[in-house]
């Protein structure tokens, strides 16, 4: 297993090019099962829960060829309609492959998923949406399955807005008998994105981006093209970046109108951000300040940024309240901050961060992704050499963090765990 070194206390300034969203490649990937032509998918990035959603559909019986970040992807046939356990547990968003596994095929079973580092994460939604489309669902051994020998167009309410829910039922109703209207559906943008390619192949739906989805049920798609949008969150990660060592960085390839929740909040925080069409420029002409932040559904602060805010502000000036609502225990990265010098207090969904006058380093364990990214943030900024362990959390959703990084003047380097030089 691998570890990233870094030593801090380098300002980060220059350019750094923002990949595709990991979050919009895997329901894209995931959604090419939904037809038989030819799907060429660009901007992809190649990160590991990518590549195992590569390997999920490869195992299914679809054809997958990448190419840097490019796929090409054939779903002509199906040779299984079952995602295993070993993959599903690797990666919980294997569970993209059920709507559109039943839509089309008439059948799924998929793993379900089990205990996750950042709070329960049931797909009861999921499962509910798809059997108001007429899914006979059952569950036995750690697997639901999922008929219908075709999906019926419904009526469905999300009790709470669901990204992957709404992505899986946006994509089961898509080839659904009439029509589908989903109330209370999720708002982010990789929702859109794949919405986009969904249209672009035949289907039918309209207020994607809206609380309200409807779907026009098609017999089938065909292939398409598309290129999959910027990451918001590896913008947001690497302006935080900027923010903490004071940096001069311009996030480029990247959708400032996708960020506006973590942009306003860096703002407070005392950065001067210029925005323009497709880059945003981070500067810190002022201190560090403490802001206080509420993760919600988008358009509010995204959950995906909480530990890198937290980050950020165990080094800004007076108290901030940092508040967890979409997840209910996305706090790993807490402790390890702690060991790093950060004064933070956990009450509840909170965390009360007394900013202090610096962190230090110290070897550090990542939980999962965002507390990863939170760790490489304080690491950045923290006084002598942080060692970041079980790296491989970070690579599934970061392209190329330590190259990107080293490129913008940190000194970070990866080795393999152990090693002593
Ligand atoms: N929820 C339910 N029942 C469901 C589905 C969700 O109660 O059937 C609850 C969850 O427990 C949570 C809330 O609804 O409290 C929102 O969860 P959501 O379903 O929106 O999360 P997700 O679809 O599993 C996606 C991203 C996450 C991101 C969240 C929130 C992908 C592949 N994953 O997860 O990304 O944190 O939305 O924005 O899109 C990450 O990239 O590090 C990551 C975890």
């Not at 295993?84 to 379900?112: H, N, Q």
């Amino acid at each position: 297993m691998d570890e990233i070194l870094i030593n801090g206390g380098k300002r980060l300034c220059g350019d750094v090019r923002i990949s595709g969203a990991k979050n919009s490649a895997l329901p894209i990937l995931a959604s090419t099962i939904l037809g038989g032509g030819e799907c060429i998918i660009t901007n992809v990035p190649r990160v590991v829960d990518v590549l195992t959603m590569g390997k999920l559909l490869g195992i299914l019986g679809v054809k997958v060829s990448h190419e840097g970040n490019r796929a090409v992807i054939h779903a002509g046939t199906i040779e299984s309609t079952e995602a295993p356990y070993d993959l599903v547990k690797t990666m919980r968003a294997s569970v993209l492959v059920l709507g559109p596994l039943l839509a089309r095929w008439g059948e799924a079973k998929v793993s379900l998923p089990g205990g996750c580092a950042i709070g329960s994460r049931p797909i009861n939604l999921h499962l509910a949406g798809l059997a108001k489309l007429g899914a006979d669902i059952s569950i036995d051994q750690g697997y639901v399955t999922a008929k219908a020998a075709r999906l019926k167009g419904g009526r469905i309410y999300c009790d709470t807005p669901t990204v992957t829910g709404t992505e899986n039922l946006m994509m089961a109703a898509s080839l659904a008998e009439g029509t589908t209207v989903l109330e209370n559906a999720a708002k982010e943008p990789e929702i859109v994105d794949l919405a986009d390619f969904l249209v672009k192949r035949g289907a039918r739906i309209h207020g994607a981006g809206t609380d309200v989805i409807t779907v026009e049920g098609v017999r089938e798609l065909h292939g398409g093209d598309h290129e999959v949008i910027p990451d918001r969150i590896e913008a947001g990660t690497y302006l935080a970046a900027a923010a903490i060592t004071r940096g001069d960085v311009t996030a480029t390839h990247c959708r400032p109108n996708h960020l506006e929740a973590v942009l306003m909040k860096l703002r407070e925080a005392g950065a001067e951000i210029q925005e323009e069409k497709d880059s945003v420029r981070l500067t810190m002409p002022k201190n560090l300040r403490g802001t206080d932040v509420r993760t919600l559904p988008f358009p509010g602060f995204p959950t995906d940024m909480q530990a890198q805010m937290a980050a950020l502000m165990s080094l800004a000036e007076g108290t901030s309240v940092v508040t967890e609502t979409v997840f209910e225990s996305r706090f790993m990265h807490v402790e390890e901050l702690r060991r790093m010098g950060a004064d933070i207090r956990v009450e509840g969904n909170r965390l009360v961060v007394t900013g202090c006058k610096k962190l230090t380093g110290a070897p550090v364990m990542a939980s999962d992704l965002r507390a990863s990214a939170g760790l490489i943030v304080a690491g950045l900024a923290a006084e002598g050499t942080t060692q970041i362990q079980r790296v491989y959390h970070l690579d599934r959703g970061y392209e190329r963090i330590e190259e990107k990084l080293g490129v913008l003047g940190a000194y970070i380097r990866r080795r393999p765990a152990g090693a002593s030089h």
